[in-house]
């Protein structure tokens, strides 16, 4: 009798317990889909909780133009990813154009 006990209160134990996904782990598979934009690099929040409905996470984007956005991402139940800026700078750098001139790039 014990043994049911114990197993329906660690059922109970896992069913409320929150699920997390590893920031780290949502920045790397963000800046792979990203860099061929020219993100240069992505951090998100260290634990991003999964909810019934999905996640709400934040996470601060680099651009190869020194330019940074902080982003606020929505994940649905499927994996679906939406965005939303929430602030950003300016670029630090400018980005030359290539010339003509084959001798001046």
């Known amino acids: 009798m014990s043994f049911i006990g114990a197993v329906g209160a660690g059922a109970v134990a896992l069913a409320t317990s929150r699920t997390v996904i590893s ?3 949502m920045a790397a598979d963000l800046h792979a889909q990203l860099a061929p934009k020219g993100i240069t690099a992505v951090r998100c929040q260290d634990r991003i909780p999964i909810e019934q409905h999905g996640a709400v996470f934040e996470c601060t984007i ?21 965005a939303k800026l ?8 400018e980005r030359v154009p290539a010339s003509s001139d084959p001798w001046a790039n």
Do not use: F, K, Q
């Open 23 to 25: 920031g780290e782990v």
């Open 86 to 93: 929430l602030d950003g700078t300016a670029p630090t750098r």
């Open 62 to 82: 680099e651009a190869n133009d020194g330019s940074t956005a902080r982003i606020e991402y929505t994940m649905d139940r499927a994996g679906s990813l939406a």
